[in-house]
């Protein structure tokens, strides 16, 4: 793994963030996963991103589908409300938690178990809607809660524990996620926090849906030299695609860079995503280059990490409903029920 | 012409020494799918009904665009019964592909009309028939061979209208409505039941045996099919989010809800109080809904029997995790895809316990296009108060078929939402609370929105086993407790869901319980048993599930209960075993499960029949076979009894 160099805001982190609260406002119930699991590392991120960007947590809805990943909703923000829906099934719920009320910010936590088997329609449905939210798929390439099976990412002949090797190709969530039009595409790995966060802020100011796959090993069944999603093949097999940083849209701090290598992004809510380029001019917003990108690493057996398509302008489904500015969920009666002469109008044309 | 010779020989004999039948008839039109013949139909029912004569239509159309033999039926009946009616009195012959078998199929004394070319007057001696050269007086009025096809259709309005004594003015304030006020298909449309009526008046014999006379017994009353009223009943009460999947017959529902509410429910700015949400399949529909409704959206789906198979793991979630929602069933054949555009109530059995492990739904079954109306608020209220998935069983028949009814009454009463704790009431409780907890006694917890501003608003829901504070738990007593409180919540149901009809007849020793479409067959029987028979009845309306109090006293009043349903196991007489105890022995099922609407005829006889055999019970019938003269077309091609009666 490079590490990162661009260097943007204060290393601090301050007691409180600008709304007064305290890092501790932000965790969860303490983690049931094993010792060393990737996906702990990114429920810490989560809590550090959403602690840094000053968001209430009682705005945040925590979505899930089911498996090992889909707990982790528990273990971060717990003073926002969070449901743990059935396998593979969760961009359903969330979806329609964001019709009751789309103020919430939609936080959903997947593996690649739930998403790329059970849950691929639903993937590619919400991805297609644009449904304003975080989708996070925690990738180990197996299931971990049912003991270590191969998943649908799992690298062709990558090995399990039992010495079993995967015959199939794997599917390419990141590849599959620019495919279908998504804004905002990223692939982090889970021993990478630093780029991690920054992801997560960038996601945060999106106005759409960010989909992240992170390599997130699974330390008891798939983290051994024969596995692809090992920490040590993954932080051998990281491809960084640039380092990426993140100015939110209320700090004025000037970046620190040599001009000609950084591209910058301005989102949304007028934040920036400053991505250092490495090794040549990536331009995240083209998404024939990131599906060609993504095709050369995986051809070279790499693991292109960072912020691979950008479309920060995408209209979000919520835009396309135009429905009222107020949250549907708490709407009026005098507002949800048409007058008596509604009803009147009805029954005269019917008669 | 010799047909006319044969036609009136029939009808002399038809009508000798008698007066013509007024206002009660059954016209039979047999069409091919996809020829337009929607519109003529309507505007037929329609001119029937504006003459003042109480009518119903019903279409029994295949699952296919173009091509395939369709029916439509029109019952006009002055004492308002207007359930199926097996006997066709008149018969349309405009489909070469079941002329034979449509024309088999009648009753001695019936008339039919026919289009030329299937030359059928020689067919049967005791038909009247009436030859129509459709295709040449369609050619008189377009040359556009397409238009020409779809007036052939209205120029056998014109001929039933003048040989029935359809009012013409009637016939064109019809076609007005129909289409919608637009000259330019009304024009040509009213020359074509011109030229019916015309060549009616020139050409064919008169007949005396139907008449349509005007009365007034449908002034103020309204036409509609129990989807769109369902929709409008959703919109009144308040739904805000709708997520479906389309599948015949429900997808009116929710079209018909997208159209009202994009026309009653845009604010000023053009912004809309609703969101719809076309999914991917049901699975998503349902998981919308349910999302939707943790959120705190009045949310609601429609779908039929499919649809539910596939909704049943999300519906398990819904009732576990205790999350609103309604779920519209329209009831089509099974199983697997069945007939899907014929009518059953064969999904009871499921509906009333979808899912995996311990779950029981309240369940609310409109039997008329009003009970959809108000059923379809009630279902929103129940939801939110008892915080789980409602389910309305509706069928094709009751919401694809149009029906006479009131017009809707105003919702008077507020919207009820239930137990929703706010960010002042946390205040107040000091943000000691639990989602799960029982402090009401009523078995319903209190529940809070995602975005409650308030540090302690929040719970983590879930499938899996929880406690009070909604955390995970495997302890045994805390999962008993859970499942203990849900069956408690069920039973504050019960005090709450719509009670049944009940219509107790002094000194009737058989009562009929029934639900849904099957109450206009009903209801006929009964009038049928009374005048024809002498057999008094009572009868039970079930409108909801879980069974109220007032079943179990209905059937103690009683030494028969016939349980009369449109499914071939009696799933709701199966329902009701298992509610009675030693009362049970009293549940005797009559079974109607063709995929056409029950009709009364079929369910007096089974009465009839098994009434017969009380003084001794053996052997059982089973099965009761019908002579085949009676059979209506769309069933002649089979041998089958449509009705089964079986004691068991």
Same mark, same amino acid.
């Given at each position: 793994?490079?590490?990162?160099?661009?260097?943007? #805001?204060?290393?601090?982190?301050?007691?409180?963030?600008?709304?007064?609260?305290?890092?501790?406002?932000?965790?969860?119930?303490?983690?049931?996963?094993?010792?060393?699991?990737?996906?702990?590392?990114?429920?810490?991120?989560?809590?550090?991103?959403?602690?840094?960007?000053?968001?209430?947590?009682?705005?945040?809805?925590?979505?899930?589908?089911?498996?090992?990943?889909?707990?982790?909703?528990?273990?971060?923000?717990?003073?926002?409300? #969070?449901?743990?829906?059935?396998?593979?099934?969760?961009?359903?719920?969330?979806?329609?938690?964001?019709?009751?009320?789309?103020?919430?910010?939609?936080?959903?936590?997947? #593996?690649?178990?739930?998403?790329?088997?059970?849950?691929?329609?639903?993937?590619?449905?919400?991805?297609?809607?644009?449904?304003?939210?975080?989708?996070?798929?925690?990738?180990?390439?197996?299931?971990?809660?049912?003991?270590?099976?191969?998943?649908?990412?799992?690298?062709?002949?990558? @090995?399990?524990?039992?010495?079993?090797?995967?015959?199939?190709?794997?599917?390419?969530?990141?590849?599959?996620?620019?495919?279908?039009?998504?804004?905002?595409?990223?692939?982090?790995?889970?021993?990478?926090?630093?780029?991690?966060?920054?992801?997560?802020?960038?996601?945060?100011?999106?106005?759409?849906?960010?989909?992240?796959?992170?390599?997130?090993?699974?330390?008891?069944?798939?983290?051994?030299?024969?596995?692809?999603?090992?920490?040590?093949?993954?932080?051998?097999?990281?491809?960084?695609?640039?380092?990426?940083?993140?100015?939110?849209?209320?700090?004025?701090?000037?970046?620190?860079?040599?001009?000609?290598?950084?591209?910058?992004?301005?989102?949304?809510?007028?934040?920036?995503?400053?991505?250092?380029?490495?090794?040549?001019?990536?331009?995240?917003?083209?998404?024939?280059?990131?599906?060609?990108?993504?095709?050369?690493?995986?051809?070279?057996?790499?693991?292109?990490?960072?912020?691979?398509?950008?479309?920060?302008?995408?209209?979000?489904?919520?835009?396309?409903?135009?429905?009222?500015?107020?949250?549907?969920?708490?709407?009026?009666?005098?507002?949800?029920?048409?007058?008596?002469?509604?009803?009147?109008?009805?029954?005269?044309?019917?008669? | 012409?010799?047909?006319?010779?044969?036609?009136?020989?029939?009808?002399?004999?038809?009508?000798?020494?008698?007066?013509?039948?007024?206002?009660?008839?059954?016209?039979?039109?047999?069409?091919?799918?996809?020829?337009?013949?929607?519109?003529?139909?309507?505007?037929?029912?329609?001119?029937?009904?504006?003459?003042?004569?109480?009518?119903?239509?019903?279409?029994?159309?295949?699952?296919?665009?173009?091509?395939?033999?369709?029916?439509?039926?029109?019952?006009?009946?002055?004492?308002?019964?207007?359930?199926?009616?097996?006997?066709?009195?008149?018969?349309?012959?405009?489909?070469?592909?079941?002329?034979?078998?449509?024309?088999?199929?009648?009753?001695?004394?019936?008339?039919?009309?026919?289009?030329?070319?299937?030359?059928?007057?020689?067919?049967?001696?005791?038909?009247?028939?009436?030859?129509?050269?459709?295709?040449?007086?369609?050619?008189?009025?377009?040359?556009?061979?397409?238009?020409?096809?779809?007036?052939?259709?209205?120029?056998?309005?014109?001929?039933?209208?003048?040989?029935?004594?359809?009012?013409?003015?009637?016939?064109?304030?019809?076609?007005?409505?129909?289409?919608?006020?637009?000259?330019?298909?009304?024009?040509?449309?009213?020359?074509?039941?011109?030229?019916?009526?015309?060549?009616?008046?020139?050409?064919?014999?008169?007949?005396?045996?139907?008449?349509?006379?005007?009365?007034?017994?449908?002034?103020?009353?309204?036409?509609?099919?129990?989807?769109?009223?369902?929709?409008?009943?959703?919109?009144?009460?308040?739904?805000?989010?709708?997520?479906?999947?389309?599948?015949?017959?429900?997808?009116?529902?929710?079209?018909?809800?997208?159209?009202?509410?994009?026309?009653?429910?845009?604010?000023?700015?053009?912004?809309?109080?609703?969101?719809?949400?076309?999914? +991917?399949?049901?699975?998503?529909?349902?998981?919308?809904?349910?999302? *939707?409704?943790?959120?705190?959206?009045?949310?609601?789906?429609?779908?039929?029997?499919?649809?539910?198979?596939?909704? &049943?793991?999300?519906?398990?979630?819904?009732?576990?995790?205790?999350?609103?929602?309604?779920?519209?069933?329209?009831?089509?054949?099974?199983?697997?895809?069945?007939?899907?555009?014929?009518?059953?109530?064969?999904?009871?059995?499921?509906?009333?316990?979808?899912?995996?492990?311990?779950?029981?739904?309240?369940?609310?079954?409109?039997?008329?296009?009003?009970?959809?109306?108000?059923?379809?608020?009630?279902?929103?209220?129940?939801?939110?108060?008892?915080?789980?998935?409602?389910?309305?069983?509706?069928?094709?028949?009751?919401?694809?078929?149009?029906?006479?009814?009131?017009?809707?009454?105003?919702?008077? @009463?507020?919207?009820?939402?239930?137990?929703?704790?706010?960010?002042?009431?946390?205040?107040?409780?000091?943000?000691?609370?639990?989602?799960?907890?029982?402090?009401?006694?009523?078995?319903?917890?209190?529940?809070?929105?995602?975005?409650?501003?308030?540090?302690?608003?929040?719970?983590?829901?879930?499938?899996?086993?929880?406690?009070?504070?909604?955390?995970?738990?495997?302890?045994?007593?805390?999962?008993?407790?859970?499942?203990?409180? =849900?069956?408690?919540?069920?039973?504050?149901?019960?005090?709450?869901?719509?009670?049944?009809?009940?219509?107790?007849?002094?000194?009737?020793?058989?009562?009929?319980? &029934?639900?849904?479409?099957?109450?206009? &067959?009903? +209801?006929?029987?009964?009038?049928?048993?009374?005048?024809?028979?002498?057999?008094?009845?009572?009868?039970?309306?079930?409108?909801? =599930?879980?069974?109220?109090?007032?079943?179990?006293?209905?059937?103690?009043?009683?030494?028969?209960?016939?349980?009369?349903?449109?499914?071939?196991?009696?799933?709701?007489?199966?329902?009701?075993?298992?509610?009675?105890?030693?009362?049970?022995?009293?549940?005797?099922?009559?079974?109607?499960?063709?995929?056409?609407?029950?009709? *009364?005829?079929?369910?007096?006889?089974?009465?009839?029949?098994?009434?017969?055999?009380?003084?001794?019970?053996?052997?059982? =019938?089973?099965?009761?076979?019908?002579?085949?003269?009676?059979?209506?077309?769309?069933?002649?091609?089979?041998?089958?009894?449509?009705?089964?009666?079986?004691?068991?």
């Amino acid at each position: 793994m490079a590490e990162s160099t661009l260097k943007i #805001g204060t290393a601090e982190v301050p007691k409180e963030n600008r709304i007064g609260l305290k890092a501790t406002d932000y965790h969860g119930g303490k983690s049931t996963l094993c010792a060393g699991c990737g996906h702990d590392a990114i429920s810490n991120q989560i809590v550090r991103a959403f602690y840094e960007m000053s968001v209430k947590p009682e705005r945040v809805a925590k979505f899930s589908g089911i498996g090992c990943s889909s707990k982790t909703p528990a273990y971060f923000l717990s003073r926002a409300h #969070g449901f743990n829906a059935v396998h593979g099934r969760m961009p359903a719920i969330a979806t329609g938690a964001m019709l009751a009320n789309h103020h919430l910010l939609g936080i959903g936590v997947s #593996g690649d178990g739930d998403t790329a088997s059970i849950g691929l329609g639903q993937f590619m449905h919400m991805i297609r809607r644009n449904i304003p939210m975080i989708y996070i798929v925690e990738n180990n390439g197996v299931y971990g809660l049912t003991k270590g099976q191969f998943s649908a990412t799992a690298d062709e002949g990558s @090995k399990l524990k039992t010495g079993v090797i995967n015959d199939l190709p794997p599917m390419d969530l990141c590849a599959l996620a620019v495919q279908l039009g998504c804004g905002f595409v990223a692939r982090g790995f889970a021993g990478d926090p630093k780029q991690m966060v920054n992801i997560l802020k960038a996601a945060i100011a999106h106005n759409g849906l960010a989909v992240i796959d992170v390599i997130s090993p699974c330390v008891t069944f798939n983290n051994h030299d024969g596995s692809t999603k090992s920490y040590t093949y993954a932080k051998e097999h990281d491809e960084l695609l640039h380092q990426i940083g993140f100015v939110p849209s209320y700090e004025q701090i000037e970046v620190d860079y040599e001009p000609g290598e950084v591209k910058e992004v301005t989102m949304h809510d007028g934040s920036r995503i400053v991505l250092k380029k490495i090794e040549e001019a990536y331009d995240p917003t083209d998404a024939t280059n990131a599906l060609v990108r993504l095709k050369q690493a995986e051809s070279a057996g790499q693991m292109l990490t960072g912020l691979v398509h950008l479309q920060p302008e995408k209209k979000s489904f919520m835009d396309l409903l135009h429905v009222v500015d107020e949250p549907l969920a708490t709407l009026t009666l005098e507002r949800t029920r048409p007058p008596r002469e509604a009803l009147d109008k009805i029954m005269q044309e019917l008669m | 012409m010799p047909e006319s010779q044969t036609a009136s020989a029939v009808l002399e004999t038809a009508s000798a020494g008698g007066d013509p039948i007024v206002n009660d008839c059954t016209i039979h039109v047999a069409t091919v799918n996809g020829s337009g013949s929607q519109s003529s139909n309507n505007v037929l029912m329609r001119s029937i009904f504006q003459m003042g004569v109480p009518v119903s239509g019903k279409n029994m159309f295949p699952s296919n665009i173009a091509g395939l033999p369709t029916w439509f039926t029109i019952r006009a009946n002055k004492d308002g019964w207007i359930a199926r009616k097996k006997e066709v009195d008149i018969m349309v012959c405009m489909n070469a592909q079941t002329a034979r078998e449509d024309v088999a199929g009648l009753p001695p004394g019936a008339l039919c009309i026919y289009d030329a070319p299937l030359n059928l007057k020689s067919s049967r001696p005791d038909i009247a028939f009436f030859e129509v050269p459709f295709a040449k007086l369609a050619g008189e009025l377009a040359d556009d061979s397409r238009l020409r096809k779809l007036l052939a259709n209205m120029v056998y309005v014109g001929v039933v209208a003048q040989l029935l004594g359809i009012e013409r003015e009637e016939l064109v304030n019809a076609i007005t409505k129909q289409f919608k006020g637009k000259k330019k298909a009304i024009d040509p449309n009213v020359a074509a039941i011109d030229k019916g009526m015309d060549f009616a008046r020139a050409s064919l014999p008169k007949q005396e045996k139907h008449r349509i006379e005007r009365m007034n017994a449908t002034a103020g009353k309204i036409i509609i099919d129990g989807n769109a009223a369902a929709a409008i009943g959703a919109m009144f009460g308040g739904v805000t989010a709708v997520t479906w999947y389309p599948i015949t017959p429900s997808s009116s529902l929710c079209e018909s809800l997208i159209d009202y509410l994009r026309q009653y429910r845009v604010e000023k700015d053009g912004k809309a109080t609703f969101a719809v949400v076309q999914a +991917e399949d049901e699975l998503a529909a349902v998981g919308m809904v349910l999302g *939707a409704g943790w959120a705190g959206a009045r949310s609601m789906t429609s779908t039929a029997g499919p649809g539910i198979s596939l909704m &049943a793991e999300f519906v398990g979630l819904g009732y576990f995790a205790e999350i609103p929602g309604v779920i519209w069933d329209i009831q089509r054949v099974g199983p697997s895809t069945g007939l899907p555009t014929r009518t059953a109530q064969g999904d009871v059995n499921q509906v009333a316990y979808l899912s995996h492990g311990d779950t029981q739904h309240i369940v609310l079954i409109p039997s008329s296009v009003s009970e959809c109306f108000d059923f379809a608020i009630e279902a929103l209220d129940l939801a939110e108060e008892f915080q789980t998935p409602v389910f309305v069983l509706s069928d094709l028949d009751l919401g694809m078929n149009n029906w006479m009814s009131d017009p809707f009454k105003y919702p008077e @009463k507020p919207i009820r939402r239930g137990k929703v704790l706010t960010k002042e009431k946390l205040d107040e409780l000091k943000g000691q609370w639990g989602r799960y907890a029982d402090v009401d006694g009523d078995g319903i917890p209190w529940r809070t929105l995602p975005g409650t501003d308030h540090p302690m608003a929040s719970y983590f829901t879930r499938g899996s086993g929880h406690d009070d504070f909604a955390r995970y738990s495997e302890k045994p007593e805390v999962y008993k407790a859970t499942v203990d409180r =849900l069956a408690r919540k069920i039973e504050t149901a019960k005090l709450f869901v719509p009670p049944p009809a009940v219509d107790i007849s002094e000194g009737a020793r058989i009562g009929f319980i &029934a639900y849904g479409t099957t109450d206009f &067959a009903l +209801e006929e029987a009964r009038y049928q048993l009374r005048t024809e028979h002498g057999i008094e009845t009572s009868y039970l309306r079930l409108r909801s =599930l879980p069974f109220t109090g007032d079943v179990r006293s209905f059937v103690s009043m009683h030494d028969r209960i016939y349980v009369v349903e449109q499914n071939r196991d009696g799933q709701m007489g199966d329902l009701l075993k298992l509610e009675l105890g030693a009362d049970q022995e009293k549940i005797r099922k009559i079974l109607h499960y063709t995929g056409l609407p029950c009709d *009364a005829r079929s369910i007096t006889e089974a009465v009839v029949q098994m009434e017969a055999t009380i003084e001794c019970p053996e052997p059982l =019938l089973l099965v009761r076979a019908e002579p085949p003269a009676a059979k209506a077309s769309p069933m002649a091609s089979g041998t089958q009894p449509t009705t089964r009666a079986t004691e068991d």
